[in-house]
């Protein structure tokens, strides 16, 4: 058993693929390099990335992509870009994991002002590193394992953490507009501060990332969102002008001034709420979409500034926006809800009633701990002293859901009400079931009332106007159900 098992191809990963190196050079009759943020992250000691990026000398790389997969035994296709010289190869990993490598053979690239599809012409490592982004990720690690710089410029600027383009930063945002987006991410990510004169160049070029899919700018502005300090990255989005091309509704939260405990205009207080979220995907959209609805409904007052109903305006900005940048719906669905209820924990007050609680529970529903930690980290960007009221309202939630372990719902069902007033099937089940959700969140239905039918069909009795078979509805007679 132990020799089949030593026989084994090794598994796909980064360390493996640095040992194939010689290997792979010597069956190519090319160098081979490692190169961009794999050389970058192993140098700054942060984890081992899923996806490495490889240039190749002489190669071209759909066959080098095909060689690693002989290589290790594996039957994962390769995906080729001819056009452009470059070629994918991912290996599933299992439990949903993969490992994915890009290879480009060195290249040289010249764009149209309009397009991002470019003229390729093959070129040398030293041009083809100069045409990426930025030069801490210029950095190549070679067969022998050591580390080029062909740039003199990627350790030094990657020792003092700066941002800085191998090219003019015009020419570099012109051939890949999202390298802007790039930047304000590696600064929230990293900590990376840019290079003298590079924001200057992002407010300048900015304009240009019309030109970028939907999809792309979307997948850059969540990593940013998922970093340790999104606050800096948003900031740096906003002063450049991208937020502003990309998605106007945050850039318009920037000058709004907010009265009260509040920290900041509403744009900065936005940022700083998505900081203080845990990093899930769902959870900082809401955190920084929360106030959206302020500036469309800011008014004056003799206290300061108002934003009457902006949590039910903000729900529906957030839900177009979220729409434009194509996330899926669901999770949509979640942050409008997210937004529409985010002001409930923050007015809770000891007096509350019992039913009040119920309403939030019930309402809130499976995101009632996303929707606390929104609060939290809400009350947390301001200056209002403490969480206290958060956490006896976290207590009581939790005792309404002790109570109710099967969720809030009515007593009886579609058919019990069919069989109880001998009607067809109609719009007015669907009623008479919401009358007795909102009747049970309310406590109105008496101390059994949540499990007892005769007690449902009572109050039903009571409010047969808000349920009965309406006009041109099955069942309806002449307005006497």
């Given at each position: 058993m132990a020799s089949t098992l030593e026989q084994r191809p090794p598994r796909p990963s980064a360390g493996e693929l640095r040992r194939a190196l010689p290997l792979m050079e010597e069956a190519l009759g090319s160098p081979v390099?490692?190169?961009?943020?794999?050389?970058?992250?192993?140098?700054?000691?942060?984890?081992?990335?899923?996806?490495?990026?490889l240039v190749l000398e002489r190669a071209d790389a759909a066959p080098a992509a095909n060689w690693l997969r002989r290589h290790w035994g594996r039957t994962?296709?390769?995906v080729a870009f001819e056009r452009y010289g470059t070629a994918q190869v991912s290996f599933a990993l299992g439990e949903g994991g993969r490992f994915t490598i890009e290879l480009v053979r060195a290249r040289s690239e010249a764009y149209s002002p309009e397009s991002r599809k470019p003229r390729v012409r093959s070129a040398t490592v030293a041009e083809d590193v100069r045409r990426r982004d930025f030069t801490v990720n210029t950095l190549l690690l070679g067969s022998r394992g050591r580390i080029q710089d062909p740039t003199g410029m990627g350790l030094r600027d990657l020792r003092l953490g700066v941002l800085r383009t191998p090219l003019e930063p015009e020419a570099t945002f012109s051939e890949d507009p999202l390298r802007m987006f790039r930047a304000a991410r590696f600064a929230a990510q990293m900590g990376f501060r840019l290079a003298d004169g590079l924001e200057e160049a992002m407010r300048l070029s900015s304009p240009r990332i019309r030109i970028v899919s939907v999809e792309r700018v979307r997948d850059e502005l969540i990593k940013l969102l998922l970093a340790p300090h999104p606050a800096v990255g948003l900031r740096l989005l906003l002063g450049s002008g991208l937020l502003a091309e990309t998605a106007p509704e945050l850039a318009a939260m920037a000058g709004v001034a907010q009265g009260g405990y509040h920290l900041g205009d509403v744009f900065n207080h936005s940022a700083l709420t998505a900081e203080l979220v845990p990093p899930r995907r769902v959870l900082r959209l809401a955190a920084l979409l929360h106030d959206v609805g302020k500036p469309l409904t800011v008014g004056s007052s003799d206290s300061?500034?108002?934003?009457?109903?902006h949590q039910q305006v903000g729900a529906e900005i957030a839900r177009d926006l979220l729409r434009r940048l194509r996330l899926p719906g669901?999770?949509?669905?979640?942050?409008?809800?997210?937004?529409?209820?985010?002001?409930?924990?923050?007015?809770y007050r000891p007096e509350w009633a019992d039913s009040a609680v119920r309403r939030m529970w019930h309402d809130a529903g499976e995101l009632l701990p996303e929707l606390l930690e929104l609060a939290r980290a809400d009350t947390r960007a301001s200056t209002f002293p403490g969480t206290a009221g958060l956490d006896e309202l976290e207590v009581r939630l939790a005792e309404v859901a002790r109570a109710h372990p099967q969720g809030l719902?009515?007593?009886?069902?579609?058919?019990?009400?069919?069989?109880?007033?001998?009607?067809?099937?109609?719009?007015?089940?669907?009623?008479?079931?919401?009358?007795?959700v909102d009747a049970t969140v309310a406590g109105d239905l008496?101390?059994?009332?949540?499990?007892?039918?005769?007690?449902?069909?009572?109050?039903?009795?009571?409010?047969?106007?808000a349920w009965e078979p309406r006009e041109g509805e099955r069942g309806w007679s002449g307005g006497t159900a």
């Open positions: 390099w490692i190169v961009g943020g794999y050389v970058r992250d192993l140098l700054l000691g942060r984890p081992e990335a899923a996806d490495v990026d994962e296709p390769v300061g500034p108002t934003f009457y109903r669901a999770e949509v669905d979640q942050v409008a809800r997210l937004v529409e209820l985010h002001m409930r924990p923050i007015q719902r009515a007593p009886v069902n579609g058919t019990q009400l069919r069989a109880w007033r001998q009607l067809p099937e109609g719009p007015w089940i669907g009623r008479a079931l919401k009358l007795l008496g101390a059994d009332g949540a499990t007892s039918p005769e007690a449902a069909f009572l109050y039903l009795s009571g409010h047969r106007s």
